[in-house]
């Protein structure tokens, strides 16, 4: 059994910046890859961010590159998603996921577990 828990949604202003955890706890896939999706009412789960085990590589949406970084922290078992200068349409419930190795880090269908999900609202 895996655990996700995401904490640090909130609302904010557009421009500001936001950080998310993701702390994982359980039995836990070896050499895991982390990813983080966003989804709105009406619309399908979307991708936002993946980090394999190792952190040497890191996966981004058109819409966030360069405004949102992810990061681990293996030690902690904890992922993070660094959102900077966020707009409106960054308005989502943000989701943690984790999956085996291998595959598509983009796609929802391929991760195995996730989290409850944290709300991120940016408003003015």
């Known amino acids: 059994q895996v655990q996700l828990v995401e904490s640090g949604g909130g609302l904010v202003q557009p421009g500001a910046s936001l950080r998310l955890s993701c702390a994982a706890s359980?039995?836990?896939?070896?050499?895991?890859?982390m990813g983080w999706f966003r989804q709105v009412p009406g619309k399908e789960r979307e991708f936002v961010a993946a980090?394999?085990?190792?952190?040497?590589?890191?996966y981004y949406a058109d819409s966030v590159k360069g405004r949102f970084t992810i990061s681990r922290d293996n030690a902690k078992n904890t992922a993070y998603l660094q959102m900077s200068s966020l707009k409106p349409e960054d308005t989502a419930i943000y989701y943690c996921a984790i999956r085996a190795p291998g595959g598509n880090p983009r796609a929802p269908g391929s991760y195995d577990n996730w989290g409850q999900g944290t709300q991120v609202t940016v408003s003015s």
């Open positions: 980090i394999n085990w190792s952190g040497g590589l890191k």
């Open positions: 359980g039995r836990t896939p070896s050499s895991n890859t």
